[in-house]
T-cell receptor, first 114, second 113 residues
Framework: AQSVTQPDIHITVSEGASLELRCNYSYGATPYLFWYVQSPGQGLQLLLKYFSGDTLVQGIKGFEAEFKRSQSSFNLRKPSVHWSDAAEYFCAVDLNQAGTALIFGKGTTLSVSS | DTAVSQTPKYLVTQMGNDKSIKCEQNLGHDTMYWYKQDSKKFLKIMFSYNNKELIINETVPNRFSPKSPDKAHLNLHINSLELGDSAVYFC????????????FGQGTRLTVV
């Protein structure tokens, strides 16, 4: 079955430490890939996206993600986490590469400790 | 100058009532969506409209009826509300086509009591 998997439900990192959030998808072809962030009580904000080309993409707020075709993964990274990064992070795919609809992972809750 | 705006932000209502959530986008997009986020924060597509035409209709009870009067608006009407309808409903919009991304509204938290 087609799916998007975020294996980590909850991650806690210390402020200033590095972060990696995992995302795997199971589809035949490479879909469009996205990471969204949702702060408490807020909507979804796009962090970064991958359509094609360079497999390392840069996003807002110092985030980056790397697409690895061989692993069907699109992991999100940040070298130094800030307390304001505490939020819910969602990986999503656009299967049809046509802007029709997104399939979301179940999300990873990021907590930042001081 | 909000890109995708939803009203209301919060909605508390009794079981059996009928309610509507409105969504408007000023991005010039041709495709709009409704997503439902459940209590476990799982997001799932409900409907998608392209140029006022329904293109995605996931397994959603008939009590939910989207209406798109024009490309910039997509409203969600819910009849006979049930406790299980309590969730956060997100509207989104995008261009239909290559290299496109979706922009989301702030969400409407619906609580059915």
């Amino acid at each position: 079955a087609q799916s998007v998997t975020q294996p980590d439900i909850h991650i806690t990192v210390s402020e200033g430490a590095s972060l990696e959030l995992r995302c795997n998808y199971s589809y035949g072809a490479t879909p469009y890939l996205f990471w969204y962030v949702q702060s408490p009580g807020q909507g979804l904000q796009l962090l970064l996206k991958y359509f094609s080309g360079d497999t390392l993409v840069q996003g807002i707020k110092g985030f980056e993600a790397e697409f690895k075709r061989s692993q069907s993964s699109f992991n999100l990274r940040k070298p130094s986490v800030h307390w304001s990064d505490a939020a819910e992070y969602f990986c999503a795919v656009d299967l049809n590469q046509a802007g029709t609809a997104l399939i979301f992972g179940k999300g990873t809750t990021l907590s930042v400790s001081s | 100058d909000t890109a995708v705006s939803q009203t209301p932000k919060y909605l508390v209502t009794q079981m059996g009532n009928d309610k509507s959530i409105k969504c408007e986008q000023n991005l010039g997009h041709d495709t709009m969506y409704w997503y439902k986020q459940d209590s476990k924060k799982f997001l799932k597509i409900m409907f998608s409209y392209n140029n006022k035409e329904l293109i995605i209709n996931e397994t959603v009870p008939n009590r939910f009826s989207p209406k798109s009067p024009d490309k910039a608006h997509l409203n969600l009407h819910i009849n006979s509300l049930e406790l299980g309808d309590s969730a956060v409903y997100f509207c989104a919009s995008s261009h239909r086509g290559k290299n496109t991304e979706a922009f989301f509204g702030q969400g409407t938290r619906l609580t059915v009591v």
